[in-house]
């Protein structure tokens, strides 16, 4: 009878009222997308994000948002457990920050397009020359304290271990020297996986900032100790 009430509640309850706020944010950040840096609009993102966890009975976890500077840009790194992930950054980050996406969700019809119009960047990792172009826009983008967020492994991890990091990332905070900021996600991978249908409802999730690893690091280590420190950082929060 539960998994008969939680797929009724799944299909009928939260798909269609969560798809509904989906759809009013897109359309909200469309309208108003001369003001994509505009903190009332980078909170109704957020509360649309939030609303996710509070349909789902979720509780939310954040530690480590001290260790975050006012009006600094940086390079967020997270591991990448479950679609989940996206809402946990987007409703909890405290700082204003533009996504580093999959050029292939640019093709969903109202997110994409606001994604795009909130200043999202898509990169295109199929073809190394509109990838290097997605990277010059990145950086385009981090300034007057706004920052990016990127999942260094590419996909969801199969497991919820943290996969190899790609170096795209990393190159944006070589280039512009800024640091670095790890961010650990628990619980995404349990509450709603890439193998999956069904999301796991009254669960926990959190997110851990580590403490950011600055410039005058690059300049003690190559850039391939800096790539592992960062992944380290992220493995070391993670619950077993």
Known sequence: ????????????????????????????????FPFKNSLWLVWIQRLWARSFFWLTFTKVEVEGAENLEPNQSYVFVSNHQSATDVWLIY?????????????????????????????????NRRNPRLAQQSLQEAEKVLQGGVSV???????????????????????????????????????CFDMWNKHSM?????TKVKMTISKPISQKEYTQRDEAEIIEQSRQAIINQLEK
């Open 1 to 32: 009878m539960k998994k008969v009430l939680h797929f009724l509640y799944q299909w009928l309850v939260f798909f269609p009222i969560f798809l509904t706020f989906t759809l009013l944010t897109a359309i909200i950040t469309l309208l108003f």
């Open 91 to 123: 409703g909890y980050l405290p700082v204003v920050f533009k996504w580093i996406m999959k050029y292939e969700l640019k093709k969903i019809p109202f997110v994409g397009w606001a994604c795009l119009a909130a200043g999202h960047v898509f990169i």
């Open 149 to 187: 967020v990127v999942f260094p492994e590419g996909t969801r991890s199969e497991d919820g271990n943290v996969q190899k990091f790609k170096r795209g990332a990393f190159k944006i905070a070589f280039d512009l020297n800024l640091p670095l900021a790890p961010i650990t996600l628990n619980g």
């Open 198 to 202: 069904y999301i796991k409802l009254g």
